[in-house]
């Protein structure tokens, strides 16, 4: 018999690319929760401790915050993203009209 891992998006988090378009592709999807998952995946492909320490925050409430159940303070976002040097950026819409 086969054996089969769950797919865990971390495993494919490997550089500053592929963690902006993964990052990307959940903010464009207009889902707070999924957003906030996105963010806990890449926390967790730099390692949740570290991610936690430099934002200030305890490993257990990071875990919390960004496992998609709970809503995190925009605060709390933006200290996790600093803490992993990410940056988010403004930009128009595709379908904005000239």
Do not use: C, H, W
Not at 16 to 41: F, H, N, Q, W
């Amino acid at each position: 018999m086969t054996k089969i891992k769950p797919y865990d998006a971390a495993e494919y988090l490997d550089s500053p690319e592929t963690i902006a378009a993964y990052i990307t592709e959940a903010l464009e999807s207009g889902d707070p929760s999924l957003v906030a998952m996105a963010i806990g995946t890449v926390a967790r492909a730099k390692g949740m401790g570290e991610v936690a320490e430099k934002a200030g925050l305890s490993r257990e409430n990071l875990y919390r915050s960004l496992g998609g159940e709970a809503k995190p303070e925009f605060g709390t976002i933006l200290k996790v993203l600093q803490a992993m040097e990410i940056s988010l950026i403004a930009q128009p819409t595709q379908n904005q009209a000239a």
